[in-house]
């Protein structure tokens, strides 16, 4: 999820059986840039893995949504997409919802790309009934991402994550799960996840400085911690950037998480005529995180990179990509002064290549979305004391940069950890005496 000085993405879904009215092709749409994908041959199942992926999809919508009936955008809703059960249905109906004016070429064009691509990473990872899984997911994606361009969702500064009628987050975790290589992703340091859990229970705030890999990067948090620690992914409030928010093919995944929308500083000054528009929308997301931050037991996520990180352009090595200082120390400033005990942990994550982003930051909305079948690993070191960090500094500003290289350089040793783990094939070898990596999972 592209976050500001800051980070965000998420579940499964139902639609009411009212047939939708059709809607004339000169709808307008906001444009979204994607490329062309060439046709594919289209995969055949048997009737009995029909029936198996029917079964599959009810029980995804049953477990996601009993209110969906209630609900006015759904009622009007099309569910061309989400009743496809092979992958010629899903495509066509795609085609056809853009022929009938429902979808803007471009965001239509983006969503097939964004098919093969996740069909390709799937099957790659040699799951049985991969293929099913594939449609299965796709058509509940697709369906939220239509139902997104018919009724557009307006994010507020504090968004909670929609779990009824709708489980949005659930959704996300279906469709993130089988892009994440389990046998070969790790945790670093789980007991202090545990820990800081405790923590939060007791009334305490907890913030997360990390880097940021991907849009997958709530997602992957949650799905790592899921067997130890489901509160955390729960309860974590992301500071997500605007593209996640406005993109429509990255939006239903945003929904279901809890959000702290603020615009990036990479992109402040991208329109200049909409600048002063986002200082004050980040200054009421700072208000409404204060004013969350002085009720206590809040766990907040913040990438103050201000971005994701990308790939050395010389040699193609990742590596977190430099914290913004400021930000950094706002958020120092803003647990201390929250009246509630607060703790800063340093954290790290290795995910790129489930959705790496694109080489260069882009202006425009609609990046191409690359998908792959990968290990992930995400680890925690103890909290870093400020006093104690800056303890010979001279002056506020030599502290507060003190203080982010602090938290930094513990990040980026983390990552190393992980990426000798994961990338290197070290697995729990890896493990050193700051970073005791483990699969808490098996």
């Not at 809040?298 to 193609?316: E, H, L, N």
Request: hydrophobic share 35%; proline share 6%; charged share 20%.
């Amino acid at each position: 999820m592209t976050l500001m000085p800051l980070t965000f993405s998420s579940s499964v879904a139902v639609v009411a059986a009212a047939s939708y009215a059709t809607v004339t092709s000169s709808r307008k749409f906001p444009l979204v840039s994607f490329k062309k994908l060439p046709h594919r041959s289209r995969c055949r199942g048997s009737v009995r893995a029909m029936s198996e992926l029917v079964q599959d999809k009810e029980a995804v919508v049953s477990a996601s949504t009993s209110l969906y009936d209630t609900t006015p955008n759904e009622l009007n809703h099309s569910r061309t997409l989400l009743d496809a059960r092979t992958e010629e249905d899903l495509i066509s109906g795609l085609r056809k919802e853009k022929e009938a004016g429902r979808l803007p070429p471009n965001v239509a064009s983006g969503m097939e790309e964004l098919y093969w691509n996740y069909k390709n990473a799937v099957l790659s990872s040699g799951a049985s009934r991969a293929d099913q899984t594939v449609i299965s997911n796709m058509s509940v994606a697709f369906d939220r991402m239509l139902l997104g361009v018919e009724h557009p969702y307006t994010f507020n500064p504090y968004h909670k994550a929609i779990r009824e009628p709708f489980d949005y987050y659930q959704f996300v975790h279906t469709y993130i799960r089988p892009l994440i290589d389990f046998k070969n992703s790790y945790v670093g340091n789980v007991s202090l996840f545990s820990e800081l859990e405790d923590k939060i229970r007791q009334g305490h705030n907890v913030v997360l400085i990390s880097n940021h890999q991907s849009e997958a990067d709530p997602a992957v948090i949650s799905l790592l911690l899921e067997a130890q620690c489901p509160y955390i992914g729960e309860n974590i409030k992301c500071v997500a950037g605007d593209r996640v928010i406005t993109d429509p093919l990255c939006k239903p995944f945003s929904m279901g998480r809890n959000l702290i929308c603020v615009y990036s500083k990479k992109h402040m000054n991208d329109d200049l005529e909409l600048v002063d528009m986002k200082r004050k929308a980040n200054t009421r997301s700072l208000k409404e995180m204060a004013t969350l931050l002085r009720s206590g037991s809040q766990i907040i996520w913040i990438a103050p990179s201000g971005g994701r990180d990308r790939p050395d352009p010389s040699t193609g090595e990742w590596f977190p990509a430099p914290f913004d200082s400021s930000s950094v120390d706002n958020m120092r400033r803003l647990v201390e002064h929250s009246g509630a005990p607060g703790h800063i942990y340093p954290m790290s994550l290795l995910c790129y290549d489930i959705m790496p982003p694109p080489p260069k930051v882009e202006k425009e909305i609609g990046e191409k979305r690359l998908v792959g079948f990968h290990g992930t690993g995400l680890s925690i070191a103890p909290e870093i004391s400020f006093l104690d960090v800056t303890a010979d500094c001279n002056n506020p500003n030599e502290a507060k940069e003190a203080y982010s290289q602090a938290m930094y350089k513990s990040v980026n040793e983390q990552y190393k950890t992980l990426n000798s783990a994961i990338n290197q094939g070290r697995g729990i070898e890896a493990s050193t005496s700051t970073v005791s990596l483990s699969q808490p999972w098996n």
